[in-house]
Nanobody, 119 residues
Framework: QVQLQESGPGLVKPSQTLSLTCTVSGGSITMNYYYWSWIRHAPGKGLEWVATIMTLDHNRFYSDSVKGRFTISRDNGKSTLYLEMNSLKPEDTARYYC??????????WGQGTQVTVAS
């Protein structure tokens, strides 16, 4: 059974940078039909999709709220996903989850890691 584990929680100030890591175990990160995403949950709000990276062609997609500031990437050899977050804003404060999906269905989630952006 695949397991996803996020790491890299932090308290940072606005405009700073933070990188998150998601380590995948118990399953291959290179199966073409899967795609991998970061999703966040801010206090008092619903889940918000942040970014996705495809396995087949490595295409990347971002929500408008993070486009140009966040970068999703992967290291197949390490079975690891990354989310580099630049120019952080207070509204980026949330619990961040990595997730695996296939055919528009998310079938695996990590437990999440907290990111707080405050001065």
């Amino acid at each position: 059974q695949v397991q996803l584990q996020e790491s890299g929680p932090g308290l940072v100030k606005p405009s700073q940078t933070l990188s998150l890591t998601c380590t995948v175990s118990g399953g291959s990160i290179t199966m073409n039909y899967y795609y991998w995403s970061w999703i966040r949950h801010a206090p008092g709000k619903g889940l918000e999709w942040v970014a996705t990276i495809m396995t087949l062609d490595h295409n990347r997609f971002y929500s408008d709220s993070v486009k140009g500031r966040f970068t999703i990437s992967r290291d197949n050899g390490k079975s690891t996903l990354y989310l580099e977050m630049n120019s952080l804003k207070p509204e980026d404060t949330a619990r961040y989850y990595c997730a695996r999906s296939v055919d528009y269905t998310t079938d695996a989630w990590g437990q999440g890691t907290q990111v707080t952006v405050a001065s």
